[in-house]
Every structure is written in C-alpha cells, then in structure tokens.
C-alpha cells in the first residue's frame, strides 16, 4: 500500500524542474512546437497554476510513499475546485524503477478516497496522446474520454 506525503520546499523545486522540463518536452513532441515556444507556454503554465509554489491555495503535490518500504515511489499533483466539486490531476509521475509494479493504481485509489473525502464528485485529467501505458490504466480503473483533439502532420 502507499500513502501520500508532504513534500519540502526543496523537494518542491526538484519536483518542479523536472516536471516542467518533462511537460516541456511533451509539449514539443506532441503538439509539434518550437522547443522555445513550449518553453516559454509551458513555464507560463506553471507561473499561473503554482503561484505560491508549494503553498498554493488549493494545489497538491505530494510524494507518492511505500508505506511497506517507506520509500519514495512517486509523486502526485492535483488541484480541488470546490466549486465545481472536482479534484483535476495535472501529474502522476513514479520513478522509472517502480513503473508497472501497481503504484500507480495504489495512487489513484488513494486519491478518488481523498477526493470524496473532500466532497468531490468527480476526477479529470489530461494526457498525451502518446501516452499509451498512462491511457491503459486510467482506462482500466473507470475514466472515460470526455473530448479527443486530434492532429495530422503534413
């Protein structure tokens, strides 16, 4: 089993370089853009979402942990809209070494007990196209796609 766990502000900012180095890079990949262009959308994503950086009102990001191990296995960003009563998932990353090992199943588990825990009624999310293994999964545990953008490069 895992639990989630605070992280510190200086496992914040390792979290947050890489993350935006990865989303950067899908950005290019995916949508065929400058890799200036993603650079400069991506961290202007990031600027507006994490304002306050770990304090952010109403965003999470927590290290996924082994509770057998009590290792560091992950980690998971998400945001409650209260409003809406909707949890959005803008990251569930695990370390390469523990892919394919059911941590990630675990953490969506997890996080739709604390997502009613919070009175939300619903859990989005987005991925990339390419992304077929995080596609399997959310698939298996129940999601559905809500809208499909579609591209074809000339």
């Known amino acids: 089993m895992i639990r989630f766990q605070q992280m510190t502000n200086q496992e914040f900012q390792a979290f947050r370089d890489r993350s935006l180095n990865e989303y950067i890079d899908n950005m290019s990949k995916n949508y065929d ?5 993603a650079t ?5 994503q990031f600027e507006e979402l994490l ?10 990001i927590l290290h996924v942990v082994d509770d057998e191990t009590n290792e560091n296995v992950g980690m998971i960003w998400y945001n409650y809209k209260e409003q809406e009563r909707q949890i959005f998932i803008y990251e569930i990353w695990m370390d390469p070494d523990k ?12 996080l739709h007990n604390k997502a009613k825990d919070l009175g939300a009624n619903n859990v989005g999310l987005h ?7 995080a596609i399997a999964l959310y698939k298996k545990l129940g999601y559905e796609e809500n809208s499909i953008v579609m591209s074809k490069k000339l």
């Open 127 to 133: 991925v990339f196209g390419q992304n077929n293994g």
């Open 33 to 37: 853009m400058p890799i200036e262009k």
């Open 99 to 110: 892919r394919r090992m059911g941590y990630g199943t675990q953490t969506l588990d997890e």
């Open 40 to 44: 400069e959308n991506a961290t202007k």
């Open 51 to 60: 304002k306050d950086g770990l304090n952010t009102e109403n965003q999470y």
